[in-house]
């Protein structure tokens, strides 16, 4: 999904890529995307990317498996962490114009997902990276992860079966009503359909990916975030079950040079459904001087 594809000046060849948590629905940070969008009146195009596997795939096209080279091998295991992974660098390498310049705006899982990618793929032009509400570490050490661990590990075999026969039947309008309504009672406004929320293929990716989560997302990753820390910036919530306060102090203690901050807004972790509008303020006024930077240096190498 992208707004604003054309660009006119070097300057302008500077891409934000959203990469989501889990789950990975393009559809839940649009508005956030579109936020971004305004507020660099609109001269960079934004790319939201699902996570694989997160939405339906129309049936004359595939997911992306591996690159636009007849010698690359295809992605292994692409529902799961390691897969997600490939799936981004895939997308990056055979989109993304090698010229352009590329900015990463992370959440949740996808600041995992993001230093992974950074770690893969260093010869990616990717200049500032935005970690917000980062599970980089611990995961099923966290107040949520230690309920969604059982259930995500053990426990979501007994319902794909019910799950699947609740849902698949269900007609797109009863779906479409059932979202509605749990919307409103959210008092969350969507601009497109929301349906691969209630597919079942969708809801199976989903408990798969966050099973992995909590298996594999155990050590903070220090060597790459050494390596990239002048390009990255993490963003902790004070009231976030995800990645509790003691998580950002100790990333702090430890890359006390860092930008590493904590909100002062008390934005919960699932920010893209009530306060896209306050991230996406935020994330452009931190890049504003990023900008700056690279306009002068434009505007030095024309000279």
């Known amino acids: 999904m992208t707004f604003g594809?054309?660009?006119?000046?070097?300057?302008d060849k500077t891409g934000w890529l959203v990469t989501p948590g889990n789950p990975g629905f393009s559809a839940f940070y649009v508005p956030f995307a579109k936020a971004l969008h305004s507020l660099t009146n609109r001269r960079f195009p934004v790319w939201i990317i699902s996570q694989a596997g997160h939405s339906l795939t129309p049936k004359d096209k595939k997911i992306l498996r591996t690159l636009d080279d007849p010698n690359a091998q295809e992605i292994?295991?692409?529902y799961g962490l390691s897969g997600q992974v490939e799936h981004k660098v895939a997308f990056l390498?055979?989109?993304?114009?090698?010229?352009?310049k590329l900015v990463l705006v992370c959440h949740s899982i996808g600041a995992y997902i993001a230093l992974?990618?950074?770690k893969r793929a260093p010869e990616l032009p990717i200049i500032r990276s935005f970690m917000l509400f980062p599970t980089i570490e611990r995961m099923a050490e966290s107040p949520n992860g230690r309920i969604a661990t059982p259930l995500l590990c053990w426990l979501r075999y007994v319902f794909y079966v019910p799950g699947y026969l609740l849902l698949k039947p269900c007609p797109a309008r009863i779906k479409s009503w059932l979202i509605r309504l749990a919307l409103q009672v959210m008092n969350v406004q969507s601009e497109i359909s929301l349906l691969n929320v209630l597919e079942p293929f969708c809801l199976v990716n989903v408990a798969y990916l966050g099973s992995?989560?909590?298996m594999e997302v155990v050590k903070r990753d220090d060597e790459t975030i050494k390596e990239h820390l002048s390009k990255l910036t993490f963003y902790y919530g004070t009231i976030d079950p995800w990645c509790p306060k003691e998580y950002?102090?100790?990333?702090?203690?430890h890359f006390p040079k860092g930008d590493i901050r904590l909100c002062e807004k008390k934005i919960p972790h699932a920010f893209v459904f009530r306060f896209h509008q306050e991230m996406a303020d935020m994330v452009a006024g931190w890049l504003k001087d990023d900008l700056s930077k690279i306009e002068k240096v434009t505007q030095g190498n024309k000279d």
């Open 5 to 11: 594809t054309k660009t006119t000046t070097v300057l």
């Open 248 to 253: 950002y102090e100790d990333i702090k203690k």
């Open 93 to 100: 390498r055979t989109h993304v114009p090698k010229e352009m």
């Open 212 to 214: 992995q989560e909590m």
């Open 116 to 118: 992974q990618v950074l």
């Open 76 to 78: 292994k295991d692409v």
